[in-house]
T-cell receptor
Framework: GAGVSQTPSNKVTEKGKYVELRCDPI?????LYWYRQSLGQGPEFLIYFQGTGAADDSGLPNDRFFAVRPEGSVSTLKIQRTERGDSAVYLCASSLTRDNEQFFGPGTRLTVL | DAKTTQPPSMDCAEGRAANLPCNHS???????VYWYRQIHSQGPQYIIHGLKNNETNEMASLIITEDRKSSTLILPHATLRDTAVYYC???????????FGTGTRLKVLA
């Protein structure tokens, strides 16, 4: 079956610009997670949704980062006023319930010039 | 901080068993051990998880010590395609998020 998909696969932007990264979870999965991975490091938790609501956003680095999941399926991670330090691979994962294993998408590689 | 400690790298000959250790000495009674791997430029892939009993599936076996302070992931017949970074994660039902360490970079040698 279809796995988690993320678009775009690559995004290059300029410092100060706004970007949106999209995640399509596995159908029927109620929990959705965003992680960020810098080169040579393990993924770092950003936020997770249970249904439509953000259940834990403690990993968002600052208020330039925001994520939504309005209908409990697709999620969008939004980054305002991008900085060079935001360059990383942004990973999305979903799970049937929050107690189940998470399935990851291929990631979006964000490069801020 | 990650609650696990893993060696940074390991080599394994193709066709041999790969045994990847993980220390999680502060694990609590309701916390699970999860293993994922990440092949270059891909998202992490779920392998296996367990609470206290040993587990086996089509990909691997997970051996958890009786005191639960460490575990070993076993790939019974490693192939070149098993070359990846392997992450051991302690999962708490209650926080629901993974805290990754830096993992073990396994290289399978022909």
């Amino acid at each position: 079956g279809a796995g988690v998909s993320q678009t775009p696969s690559n995004k290059v932007t300029e410092k100060g610009k706004y970007v949106e990264l999209r995640c399509d979870p596995i159908s029927g999965h109620t929990a959705l997670y965003w992680y960020r991975q810098s080169l040579g490091q393990g993924p770092e938790f950003l936020i997770y949704f249970q249904g439509t609501g953000a259940a834990d956003d403690s990993g968002l680095p600052n208020d330039r980062f925001f994520a939504v999941r309005p209908e409990g399926s697709v999620s969008t991670l939004k980054i305002q006023r991008t900085e060079r330090g935001d360059s990383a691979v942004y990973l999305c994962a979903s799970s049937l319930t929050r107690d189940n294993e998470q399935f990851f998408g291929p990631g979006t590689r964000l490069t801020v010039l | 901080d990650a609650k696990t400690t893993q060696p940074p790298s390991m080599d394994c000959a193709e066709g041999r068993a790969a045994n990847l250790p993980c220390n999680h000495s502060t694990i609590s009674g309701n916390e699970y051990v999860y293993w994922y791997r990440q092949i270059h430029s891909q998202g992490p892939q779920y392998i296996i998880h367990g609470l206290k009993n040993n587990e086996t599936n089509e990909m691997a076996s997970l051996i958890i010590t009786e005191d639960r302070k460490s575990s070993t992931l076993i790939l019974p017949h490693a192939t070149l395609r098993d070359t990846a970074v392997y992450y051991c994660i302690v999962f708490t039902s209650g926080t629901y998020k993974y805290i990754f360490g830096t993992g073990t970079r396994l290289k399978v040698l022909a």
